[in-house]
């Protein structure tokens, strides 16, 4: 493995995470602070021993009545699959068409200090723009035009196997890397022969180069054409054309990739309509002066990046509450505009904070992870809120449909994990983290948040019982134990994790072990241009010139 790569990877990773669905793996304050050594032992894995663990399946909605399964990968894992793709990413970037000739999404980035991977000008909202302004380029003289809008069915879940090896081809990637590449979509796919795993910035970035024979069929039998993700846009000259382009789109996908079109989601239309169509979902969400001052974030929708609190200081937080309750009782919800006006939510002052989650609660179901970074937010800004939220959380979880949604659950734990919310006994059993692997995580880091030595204590002589997704939270919560306790204890568990990174973890525990908790903690609240500044001279230390 390419150590650029390596810590590309981690950059990426522990600056924004592993995937846009779940909460960071705690593990990630631990990448980022060794950083140096973990890179040594990636760059010096033998890829073809490396074996990967299992990964975690849960279900998440997709839309309002709709849901897929998404993934995530073991920590490790996560690493080596995003430093290999990482590894080969010039290489699929190169052999795409430009964003003119059709594929628009997830534009790698080749920058070294950049945590992004993909461009910030390839969003949804840009899409949108491109869409309107390939519809606009048609002749107002000419014949009128048609756009074809289609999407595939269970796009990532149903991608073959084969398909991934003949991209890894195409690149020329080097036998480490498809070896990481392969095992570990294997190993996450239950050794399937289909599909990828859902929610990860590598997944993506293969998935675009899946589609790029298909991109440059389209791009042969069209007057105008652009995709984001598995979305398509397809413009051509006459309604006669309309079923032939259809007929071929979906005779290839079935043919060459195995896949298929959603028939639901299949329709056509002039272009002059689509126009109309952009236009007005652009202009139902930001139509009046106070909140175009805030359109210009719609692009930071699938990002993680704050926004400081002058930026957007003009704004009427309660005109943007009242926009965003309007937007969730509409019979057709248009969640990427909620997911904005969350975002700005985040960077203003609100007067009665529950009364705004009693009018909002049904995200927490539909965008649980964007619900709870802004309750999160919320918690941290409004003084003596914290309390009454989080009773509040803890009862609608013990409800349907929460009750039964995962995601969910393992949101809000998130929130009392990184002490946004304050845990307490009672509380941590109404939560009932028992069910999935990730909620028994978030469990015992928070028997180790109350200082539950009994149960650390009980649970010395079963770490053999645990599995490998366990094991790492059970040693950082067991750190409310006695120094000389805990110590001791690591010494007798080490080299049976089955990490490659075990070693330096077992040393890292050590030498924080009064810190651990802290350094759980996560700033939830938009931060002023003045605090950014400030923690940016506080990075730079003693070596930043005086002026």
Request: charged letters at 30%; one cysteine or more.
């Amino acid at each position: 493995m390419e150590e650029a790569a390596v810590r590309r990877a981690l950059l990426h990773l522990t600056s924004l995470g592993d995937t846009d669905i779940f909460p960071s793996p705690f593990e990630f304050v631990f990448y980022d602070e060794c950083a140096d050594k973990i890179t040594e032992i990636v760059c010096g894995l033998n890829t073809g021993q490396y074996r990967p663990k299992s990964c975690v399946e849960i279900l998440s909605p997709k839309r309002e009545l709709s849901f897929r399964i998404a993934h995530q990968l073991y920590p490790s894992d996560t690493l080596l699959y995003t430093s290999a793709v990482i590894q080969i990413a010039p290489s699929i970037e190169e052999i795409r068409l430009p964003v003119e000739n059709g594929p628009f999404s997830y534009r790698f980035v080749d920058k070294a200090d950049e945590p992004r991977l993909y461009s910030e000008s390839s969003s949804f909202h840009d899409w949108l723009l491109r869409v309107k302004a390939i519809c606009d380029e048609a002749d107002p003289f000419s014949d009128v035009k048609y756009v074809i809008e289609t999407d595939i069915s269970d796009f990532y879940a149903r991608i073959y196997f084969h398909r991934i090896e003949h991209i890894m081809d195409d690149c020329g990637a080097p036998n480490s890397v498809r070896k990481v590449i392969e095992g570990i979509i294997k190993y996450s796919r239950a050794r399937q022969s289909y599909g990828l795993p859902v929610g990860t910035a590598a997944s993506r970035l293969l998935a675009e180069g899946l589609l790029n024979d298909t991109d440059r069929m389209i791009v042969e039998r069209s007057s105008g054409y652009t995709r984001f993700v598995d979305d398509f846009r397809i413009v051509v000259d006459h309604q006669s054309q309309v079923h032939a382009t259809l007929c071929k789109l979906a005779e290839h996908l079935m043919l060459t990739e195995g896949l298929s079109l959603n028939s639901s989601k299949t329709r056509t239309y002039t272009t002059e309509d689509s126009v109309k169509q952009i236009d007005k979902k652009l202009s139902d969400v930001f139509n009046d002066d106070e909140l175009v001052s805030i359109s210009r974030y719609i692009r930071q929708v699938y990002d993680d990046e704050d926004i400081s609190i002058e930026e957007i200081e003009d704004v009427d937080p309660e005109r943007l509450v009242d926009k965003l309750v309007e937007l969730i009782k509409s019979d057709a919800v248009d969640y990427a505009a909620v997911k904005v006006l969350m975002k700005a939510l985040r960077a203003v002052s609100i007067e009665d904070g529950l009364k705004v989650v009693d009018r909002t609660t049904e995200l927490l179901y539909y965008l649980p992870r964007d619900y709870c970074l802004f309750l999160g937010s919320l918690a941290q800004r409004a003084e003596g809120i914290a309390d009454d939220l989080a009773e509040k959380l803890v009862s609608v979880l013990e409800g349907p449909p929460y009750s039964e949604m995962t995601l969910s659950r393992i949101w809000v734990a998130h929130l009392f994990v990184s002490q946004a919310l304050p845990i307490s006994r009672a509380r941590l059993e109404r939560l009932r983290l028992n069910g999935s692997v990730l909620e028994r995580r978030q469990k015992l880091l928070l028997l180790g948040l109350l200082g539950d030595r009994s149960f650390f204590r009980e649970k010395k002589t079963s770490f053999d019982e645990m599995s490998d997704w366990e094991k790492p939270a059970l040693m950082l919560g067991a750190s409310c134990l006695s120094k000389g306790e805990y110590t001791t204890w690591l010494g007798t568990i080490k080299s049976r994790m089955n990490d490659p990174f075990e070693d330096i973890y077992h040393s890292w525990l050590v030498q924080n072990q009064s810190a651990l908790f802290e350094k759980l903690k996560v700033q939830f609240k938009v931060k002023s241009k003045g605090e950014m500044m400030a923690e940016a001279l506080d990075d730079l230390g003693d070596d930043f010139p005086a002026f």
